[in-house]
């Protein structure tokens, strides 16, 4: 069975930085491209980032682009979210996720349960 555990979230002010984890298990990790989601209060989930197989490709959002990072440890079966320059407008819910390439910015196999980032002013 696939499990995603994300881990890393909490308040932050604004400017400030997190690390989120996402630890896998279940399937081969490195097979497989991982994205960062998140969903506000009241907004729906949208995409902030994908990272193929070996870290090769990666795609951000434009609201994220230059302060986020992602990236992965094949060896570890960890995805990884530096997130920088934090703003308001940052917090919410934060879900990795899994899937091909192909599928992984609209319709990944499957989620983890979300970890909480709040940004204060």
């Known amino acids: 069975q696939v499990q995603l555990v994300e881990s890393g979230g909490g308040l932050v002010q604004a400017g400030g930085s997190l690390r989120l984890s996402c630890a896998a298990s279940g399937r081969t990790f490195s097979s497989y491209a991982m994205g960062w989601f998140r969903q506000a209060p009241g907004k729906e989930r949208e995409l902030i980032t994908a990272?193929?197989?070996?870290?090769?490709?990666?795609y951000y959002a434009d609201s994220v682009k230059g302060r986020f990072t992602i990236s992965r440890d094949n060896a570890k079966s960890t995805l990884y979210l530096l997130m920088s320059s934090l703003k308001v407008e940052d917090t919410a819910v934060y879900y990795c996720a899994s899937a091909p390439w192909e599928r992984v910015t609209t319709n990944p196999d499957y989620w983890g349960q979300g970890t909480q980032v709040t940004v204060s002013s």
């Open positions: 990272i193929n197989w070996n870290g090769g490709i990666t």
